[in-house]
């Protein structure tokens, strides 16, 4: 395996430093570690997701942007979105198999801000041109500790973003005949939720925990961030904790 893979690590350990409430989980949680981009020149930023009551493997994204809005790099991207082959992509003789699909309303928000647009026209990576893999793997089927180094380092202070989406999340308001018609909707259901926060060199080893900034586009048209959270449910608790931290130079 090269040294600029996603490396998961088949490691875990207790986390007593954030304790969830006592209805979702136990006092201690164990967490798995994901390490990214360990071969980047900056700091390591170290971000701890919790999974909360309706957390079902999610697609999700990590990227960091500067002050002013502008996308600077990944930090980590579900594998089937960053390169366009979803594991269960294709029916082959009666049976899922690995295989090309095209998901814009999964993660749009990270799609529009990364700016790249591919051959068919969608803000996501195609095959012919994946994300690099120091930046992909496979999502942990439960909490995780990501560990991604910056590509660059960074005197300033930067924000870094956390979208998630859980396909096929129905509630009353986003029902499966909200959008007729719409097949990029209906395998979202539920818009992806984007969480940020805002890490400062200056302040290293301080976590920060990310809020919910606003919801994607329910089928991925644009890449705005819309503030209407009252109508989703079960989405806003894929994650019951997400937060993050720069290390020191």
Avoid at 15 to 34: G, I, M, R, W, Y
Wanted: hydrophobic fraction near 35%.
């Amino acid at each position: 395996m090269k040294a600029s893979t996603l490396i998961f690590i088949g490691l875990s350990f207790l986390l007593f430093s954030c304790k969830p409430p006592a209805e979702t989980a136990k006092e201690h949680t164990e967490v798995s570690s994901l390490l990214s981009n360990p071969e980047g020149q900056g700091q390591w930023i170290s971000l701890e997701l919790l999974t909360g009551p309706s957390h079902n493997h999610p697609l999700m994204a990590v990227w960091v942007e500067d002050m002013d809005g502008n996308y600077l790099q990944p930090l980590y991207v579900a594998e089937s979105i960053a390169t366009g082959i979803f594991r269960h992509g294709k029916a082959k003789e009666g049976k899922w198999a690995p295989g090309e699909r095209r998901r814009p309303a999964a993660l749009p928000r990270w799609g529009h801000q990364r700016g790249i647009r591919a051959s068919d026209g969608l803000y996501i990576p195609e095959p012919e041109a994946p994300l690099a893999d120091a930046y992909t793997g496979a999502t942990p089927g439960g909490s995780f500790l990501l560990r991604a180094k910056l590509d660059q380092y960074s005197e300033e202070a930067i924000k870094i973003f956390v979208e998630v989406n859980q396909s096929w999340d129905w509630n009353q308001y986003w029902t499966n005949v909200r959008y007729p018609g719409d097949e990029d909707y209906k395998t979202s259901a539920q818009p992806a939720v984007v969480y940020v926060t805002t890490l400062d060199p200056a302040e290293p080893e301080k976590w920060k925990q990310l809020e919910a900034a606003g919801r994607s586009h329910h089928s991925g048209k644009d890449g705005l961030l819309y503030d209407d959270l009252e109508s989703l449910t079960t989405a806003l608790h894929i994650f019951r904790s997400i937060r993050a931290t720069i290390s020191a130079p």
